[in-house]
Nanobody, 121 residues
Framework: QVQLVESGGGLVQAGGSLRLSCAAS????????MGWYRQSPGKQRELVAT???????NYADSVKGRFTISRENAKNTVYLQMNSLKPEDTGVYYC???????????????WGQGTLVTVSS
């Protein structure tokens, strides 16, 4: 069974940093685009950043220059380094991936369970 497991969330003061990790597990033969999304209180889930298999990155305007997405293909893991955090970055952060398993079943929109990030002012 293919799944995504996030870690690294927590409580941090404004201006601080956190690093989120998301590991894909299972019999994975292909790991394509991976990304991070967040859902803040009272808001819809939104894109934070994505990274392709070739490490081409894309960021939401609100996090450009503060967040960095990266991946370690040997570990099937994507990271989100978050610096200069603001209270408005508070929310549940979800990992997303486009994955193919050893049976060649493609999971185009696989989600993790989410990890809570709280930024206090």
């Amino acid at each position: 069974q293919v799944q995504l497991v996030e870690s690294g969330g927590g409580l941090v003061q404004a201006g601080g940093s956190l690093r989120l990790s998301c590991a894909a597990s299972g019999s994975i033969v292909e790991l394509n685009v991976m990304g991070w999304y967040r859902q803040s209180p009272g808001k819809q889930r939104e894109l934070v950043a994505t990274i392709t298999g070739g490490s081409v990155t894309n960021y939401a305007d609100s996090v450009k220059g503060r967040f960095t997405i990266s991946r370690e293909n040997a570990k099937n893991t994507v990271y989100l380094q978050m610096n200069s955090l603001k209270p408005e970055d508070t929310g549940v952060y979800y990992c997303n991936a486009d994955v193919r398993d050893k049976y060649l079943v493609r999971y185009r929109d696989l989600w993790g369970q989410g990890t809570l990030v709280t930024v206090s002012s």
